[in-house]
Nanobody, 128 residues
Framework: QVQLVESGGGLVQTGGSLRLSCAAS??????????MGWFRQAPGKEREFVAA????????NYADSVKGRFTISRLNAKNTVYLQMNTLKPEDTAVYYC???????????????????WGQGTQVTVSS
């Protein structure tokens, strides 16, 4: 079993920045073979893909709405994945979730049902 705990959310003004963290843990858990993703869900909307990264950290993919503003990264030594969010907009307001799945290849997964483990989410609110 893998536990994911997000942190770093909060209230920020338009144009501001936040960095979300997602710490992974588990019994006999090894972080490096896991593909990671970030998703978000705004009030009244479906959960949507934000960013994803393969286990090596070399390959990434972003939703068009965040490309150029958000950066996903990982530090395997700390079992942590990050989402650096810059130039935030009110439409970025949502609960942000990290997700993980074991992967034997360095693939990227953009669809939420490909992920096996989810965090509890962290609220990001961008005021106008």
């Amino acid at each position: 079993q893998v536990q994911l705990v997000e942190s770093g959310g909060g209230l920020v003004q338009t144009g501001g920045s936040l960095r979300l963290s997602c710490a992974a843990s588990g019994r006999t858990f090894t972080f490096s073979p896991y593909a990671m993703g970030w998703f978000r869900q705004a009030p009244g909307k479906e959960r949507e893909f934000v960013a994803a990264m393969g286990w090596s950290g070399i390959y990434t993919n972003y939703a068009d709405s965040v490309k150029g503003r958000f950066t996903i990264s990982r530090l395997n030594a700390k079992n942590t994945v990050y989402l650096q969010m810059n130039t935030l907009k009110p439409e970025d307001t949502a609960v942000y979730y990290c997700a993980a799945r074991p992967s034997t290849t360095d693939a990227i997964y953009k669809v939420e049902d490909r992920y096996q483990y989810w965090g509890q989410g962290t609220q990001v609110t961008v005021s106008s």
